[in-house]
Nanobody, 117 residues
Framework: QVQLVESGGGLVQAGGSLRLSCAAS????????MAWYRQAPGKERELVAL???????HYEDSIRGRFTISRDNDKNMVYLQINNLKPEDTAVYYC???????????WGQGTQVDVSS
């Protein structure tokens, strides 16, 4: 059974930084695409960034340059470094494992990020 556990969220002032972590277990982690999504209050969940097994990355246009996704296949971890945080980044951030289907198949419980102005 795949389990994803996010951590690293919190309350931060605008302009600050956070590093979100996602620990994966029960997954064929090294071959799966992993991704970070976020859901702001009253909005739909949206893709923030993804990273393939080979390390190729994709970012949503609005956050490009401020967010960096990375992974450590030896530790079954995926990270999201967020710099220059803005109030509009306030959301619950979710880790997703794309599994063998090549689409979001497993989800973590989310970690809350709050950015004050």
């Amino acid at each position: 059974q795949v389990q994803l556990v996010e951590s690293g969220g919190g309350l931060v002032q605008a302009g600050g930084s956070l590093r979100l972590s996602c620990a994966a277990s029960g997954s064929i982690f090294s071959i799966n695409t992993m991704a970070w999504y976020r859901q702001a209050p009253g909005k739909e969940r949206e893709l923030v960034a993804l990273i393939t097994s080979g390390g190729s990355t994709h970012y949503e246009d609005s956050i490009r340059g401020r967010f960096t996704i990375s992974r450590d296949n030896d530790k079954n971890m995926v990270y999201l470094q967020i710099n220059n945080l803005k109030p509009e980044d306030t959301a619950v951030y979710y880790c997703s494992d794309y599994g063998l289907a090549g689409r979001p198949e497993y989800w973590g419980q989310g970690t809350q990020v709050d950015v004050s102005s």
